[in-house]
């Protein structure tokens, strides 16, 4: 019997990679080379600081403390335009028949997401009522796959981690997830998401009677 819900955000109920991916790409290319979409991949669920210091990795470029906090501001600044017009048809398909069938349950919901702009992006889509706790970027001390952001999740939510579901789209998300003794249902790619306990392309995959089947037995 399944008593929590726990959602990442980027890639599950949203699709911010992409504004992520020209953020990094427009900063990769002011500091003088390119970043491609299939590098892109490494920075999901990945922590801010972390991208950039993998974006650094690829540019074969040196920072100083200075230039690295700058750098870290000046992405997320140009992220937050990008993502500023964002509305609720930029949620991913039947994300909300399956929080709407959660809510109608009385199942707690929460959010976690390695993000530090997750509050504002579930405001912009119209979701936030859904969630009884956020848990985020700026919650957590230890990026995933370390399993605090679920952690603290479940014990926002009160409920035991092996009574919550995690539903992630990255690799680190998922492992997260499986360290912290929770189900862990990968959306996305069934090669990528292996370690997943079970993987779903998206939410249209997912019906009604698997959620309840999940609470029930
Ligand atoms: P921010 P998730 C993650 O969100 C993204 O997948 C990752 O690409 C991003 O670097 C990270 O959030 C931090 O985001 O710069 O907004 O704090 O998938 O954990 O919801
Ligand atoms: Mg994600």
């Known amino acids: 019997m399944k008593r929590g819900f726990i959602f990442d955000l980027d890639g599950v109920i949203v ?27 490494l920075f999901k669920g990945v922590s801010r600081k972390r991208c950039l210091e993998i974006l650094l990795e690829i540019g074969n470029r040196e920072a100083t403390q200075e230039e690295f906090d700058t750098w870290m501001v000046e992405k997320n600044v140009d992220y937050l335009k990008y993502i500023e017009n964002m509305d609720a048809s930029e949620i991913l398909p039947d994300v909300p028949r399956v929080l709407e069938f959660l809510k109608e349950n009385n199942i707690p919901i929460a959010l976690g997401s390695a993000s530090k702009n997750a509050q504002p992006i ?28 679920f952690l603290l ?13 995690v539903f992630e789209d990255a690799v680190a998300g998922v492992q997260a997830a499986n360290a ?33 089947d999940l609470i029930e037995k």
């Not at 579930?122 to 952001?149: C, Q, R, S, W």
């Not at 959306?187 to 392309?201: C, M, P, R, S, Y």
């Open 15 to 41: 699709d911010t990679a992409k504004y992520h991916y020209l953020a990094w790409k427009n900063l990769a290319n002011q500091l003088g080379f390119d970043f491609t979409k299939e590098q892109n991949e």
């Open 122 to 149: 579930l405001e912009k889509v119209g979701l936030l009522h859904y969630f009884d706790a956020i848990v985020d970027g700026n919650n957590v001390t230890k990026a995933k796959p370390n399993p605090e952001v």
């Open 153 to 165: 999740a479940a014990k926002q939510l009160n409920v035991l981690p092996e009574e919550c579901v």
């Open 180 to 212: 912290a003794k929770m189900m862990s249902i990968g959306i996305g790619d069934k090669n990528v998401l292996a370690e997943a306990q079970l993987i779903f392309t998206d939410f249209t995959e997912i019906s009604t009677n698997f959620i309840k």
